[in-house]
T-cell receptor
Framework: KQEVTQIPAALSVPEGENLVLNCSFT??????LQWFRQDPGKGLTSLLL?????REQTSGRLNASLDKSSGRSTLYIAASQPGDSATYLC?????????????FGQGTELSVKP | NAGVTQTPKFRILKIGQSMTLQCTQD?????MYWYRQDPGMGLKLIYY???????DKGEVPNGYNVSRSTTEDFPLRLELAAPSQTSVYFC???????????FGPGTRLLVL
């Protein structure tokens, strides 16, 4: 059974710092891996999607990498800003996956201090 | 486009009551999903639908029912509410070709 884990559960950094969020998964047979942002009391917003054949994806100050063989993904945030404060969730779509279902990690709550 | 809308935003139910959580999307997406998120946890899939008239169970379907009579609407029915169903419920949708899911703002449900 696929399990997704995110460590740490919470992270606090000063503004301007570069940081890495971690995501690990137990079964390497995935179709894609997705990173989402969740603001308090709000829904999820998609940040990056990495197909299983890709190694990384970039969007602005965000860079997500994927290493299927080791069951790991990282989300790199450059030059962090207070507006980056949110909970970041990763999710995997299992390879044999009817309906595009996602399995989520529990999230990392990021706080960027001015 | 309004995207994915959910009603109500917040509801308190008594044990044993029933209710329907509404979800509507105006993007003509075929795929729709219901998730629940417990405090400090990730999202767990309750039910999903790949098109009107087609629904299937997710990871945690017990205590819930769904229907999909139109492309736009995907209501989630709670029968005989229990305290274990206290959670935040999210609806999401996507096209068949694009894998990114678009989420609604959520419904916070408290069962007392």
């Amino acid at each position: 059974k696929q399990e997704v884990t995110q460590i740490p559960a919470a992270l606090s950094v000063p503004e301007g710092e570069n940081l890495v969020l971690n995501c690990s998964f137990t079964d390497s047979a995935i179709y894609n891996l997705q990173w989402f942002r969740q603001d308090p009391g709000k829904g999820l917003t998609s940040l990056l999607l990495i197909q299983s054949s890709q190694r990384e994806q970039t969007s602005g100050r965000l860079n997500a990498s994927l290493d299927k063989s080791s069951g790991r993904s990282t989300l790199y945030i450059a030059a962090s800003q207070p507006g980056d404060s949110a909970t970041y969730l990763c999710a995997v779509a299992p390879f044999y996956n009817q309906g595009g279902k996602l399995i989520f990690g529990q999230g990392t709550e990021l706080s960027v201090k001015p | 486009n309004a995207g994915v809308t959910q009603t109500p935003k917040f509801r308190i139910l008594k044990i044993g009551q029933s209710m329907t959580l509404q979800c509507t999307q105006d993007m003509n997406h075929n795929y729709m999903y219901w998730y629940r998120q417990d405090p400090g946890m990730g999202l767990k899939l309750i039910y999903y639908s790949v098109g009107a008239g087609i629904t299937d169970k997710g990871e945690v379907p017990n205590g819930y029912n769904v229907s999909r009579s139109t492309t736009e609407d995907f209501p989630l029915r709670l029968e005989l509410a229990a305290p274990s169903q206290t959670s935040v419920y999210f609806c999401a949708s996507r096209t068949g070709a694009e894998e990114t899911q678009y989420f609604g703002p959520g419904t916070r449900l408290l069962v007392l």
